[in-house]
Antibody, heavy 119, light 111 residues
Framework: EVQLVQSGAEVKKPGESLKISCQGS????????ISWVRQMPGKGLEWMGF????????TYSPSFQGQVTISADKSINTAYLQWSSLEASDTAMYYC????????????WGQGTLVTVSS | QSVLKQPPSVSGAPGQRVTISCTGS?????????VHWYQQLPGTAPKLIIY???NRPSGVPDRFSGSKSYTAASLAITGLQADDEADYYC???????????FGTGTKVTVL
């Protein structure tokens, strides 16, 4: 069974750094793109970027380029999303999604990681 | 800014048919890229209900159907049921952005 398991909820202060994770199981992790999606409270889905774990080929949405870093460690079947300096506006639910291709559909989603940034 | 536009809300009585439009442009749907649809129930992760324009994953009722034409796509729900109340999003690929794009989302209400 394909599963994506994300790290737990985080509460951080503005200016702090953070790295959240998404671990895949039940499939060949290196062979599928992992996409990160943001959902701010009460708002819609926003594509942030994706990575191919086989070679860490990464593409960012222009809206998120320079704001976050997406990485992966195929040896432990895990993708990451990180911030160097959080802002209150980063408060959101973050999902990882498995894609067969960059324009492909996402049949498998992580359960989501809620990030709350507040002073 | 979502580049795929959807109506904010649609509603219908139980048993009725509702449709949700997803309007794109020549750099995404109009360029021939596939459209996928997701259902998001409150407090849960989105669930894929239509892939590659009109295909249903195993387990998705045939009350859900999708179509695509030129720069737009649509999702139809027939025989509307109370548990269809959810937010629905379309998704495609945009070659100008070199990445995925989601629709603005539509809330379906069962009257």
């Amino acid at each position: 069974e394909v599963q994506l398991v994300q790290s737990g909820a985080e509460v951080k202060k503005p200016g702090e750094s953070l790295k959240i994770s998404c671990q895949g199981s039940g499939y060949s992790f290196a062979n599928y793109w992992i996409s990160w999606v943001r959902q701010m409270p009460g708002k819609g889905l926003e594509w942030m970027g994706f990575i191919h774990p086989s070679d860490s080929d990464t593409t960012y949405s222009p809206s998120f380029q320079g704001q976050v870093t997406i990485s992966a460690d195929k040896s432990i079947n895990t993708a990451y999303l990180q911030w160097s300096s959080l802002e209150a506006s980063d408060t959101a639910m973050y999902y990882c999604v498995r894609l067969k291709a960059m324009g492909g559909s996402g049949a498998h989603w992580g359960q989501g990681t809620l990030v709350t940034v507040s002073s | 800014q979502s580049v795929l536009k959807q109506p904010p809300s649609v509603s219908g009585a139980p048993g009725q048919r509702v449709t949700i439009s997803c309007t794109g442009s020549g750099s995404n749907i109009g360029a021939g890229y596939d459209v996928h649809w997701y259902q998001q129930l409150p407090g849960t992760a989105p669930k894929l209900i239509i892939y590659v324009n009109s295909n249903r994953p195993s387990g998705v009722p045939d009350r859900f159907s999708g179509s695509k034409s030129y720069t737009a796509a649509s999702l139809a729900i027939t025989g509307l049921q109370a548990d269809d109340e959810a937010d629905y999003y379309c998704q495609s690929y945009d070659e100008s952005l070199r990445g995925s794009v989601f629709g603005t989302g539509t809330k379906v209400t069962v009257l």
